[in-house]
């Protein structure tokens, strides 16, 4: 596609429940990345996804998060027994070989309660 | 040694004036400092980067300066419009195209009219 796609936009999820995010990068894209912004905050760097190698997972808050990246596209963000305290925008970005630029999608925003 | 600190968190500029938003990093293996621009519900969006070979550069009304000895750079937006209104995020990473960028904060600007 033109663009990073990510559903759902918006999520309400109830507190302890499981939910799973789903980032479609833009084809050819040879890295991911999952970012989390918190409410007037930064974005917090969760993991990434560079080609065949192992992701990146240093950034992820706890062992509820967990991610993957299937055929080297889709990516899918789990949140396993969410907290209110993961209510925030996720974001998720690709970049090419011959680009600088990370591309971000619009975001999820999860909201716990 | 990770961290990017961005001052002011908020600013606020009358229409044709010059905002000005700061960063600092720690990390001196840090080489290529792109700049973000975000609007609200959408996904932060490169502005415009720099690497430490050279101590500014520009594109349009918008300059990056770069400070390599101080360990700070900036971005000048100079005659601000309203369309300029929205929330900037300076990063930094190490030199490889695919590696994970740490934002600063963020800086929300409002040019008045």
């Known amino acids: 596609g033109a663009g990073v796609s990510q559903s759902p936009s918006n999520k309400v999820t109830e507190k302890g429940k499981d939910v799973e995010l789903r980032c479609d990068p833009i084809s050819g894209h040879t890295a991911l990345y999952w970012y989390r912004q918190s409410l007037g905050q930064g974005l917090e760097f969760l993991i990434y996804?560079?080609?065949?190698?192992?992701?990146?997972k240093s950034g992820l808050p706890s062992d509820r998060f967990s991610a993957e990246r299937t055929g080297g596209s889709v990516s899918t963000l789990t949140i396993q027994r969410t907290q209110q305290e993961d209510s925030a925008v996720y974001l998720c970005a690709s970049i090419s070989r011959d680009s600088d630029g990370y591309t971000f999608g619009s975001g999820t925003r999860l909201t716990v309660v | 040694q990770q961290q990017v600190k961005q001052s002011p968190q908020s600013l606020i500029v009358q229409k044709g004036g010059i905002s000005i938003i700061n960063c600092a990093y720690e990390?001196?293996?840090?080489?290529?400092f792109p700049w973000y621009q975000q609007f609200p519900g959408k996904g932060p969006a490169l502005l415009i980067a720099?690497?430490?070979?050279?101590s500014e550069k520009k594109e349009g009304r918008f300059t990056i300066s770069f400070n390599k000895s101080a360990k700070q750079f900036s971005l000048h937006i100079m005659d601000s419009q309203p369309g300029d209104s929205a929330t900037y995020f300076c990063a930094a990473r190490k030199w490889s195209n695919t590696g994970k960028l740490i934002f600063g904060q963020g800086t929300t600007l409002q040019v008045k009219p």
């Open positions: 990390n001196t293996a840090f080489d290529y």
């Open positions: 996804f560079q080609g065949n190698s192992a992701p990146d």
């Open positions: 720099i690497r430490p070979d050279v």
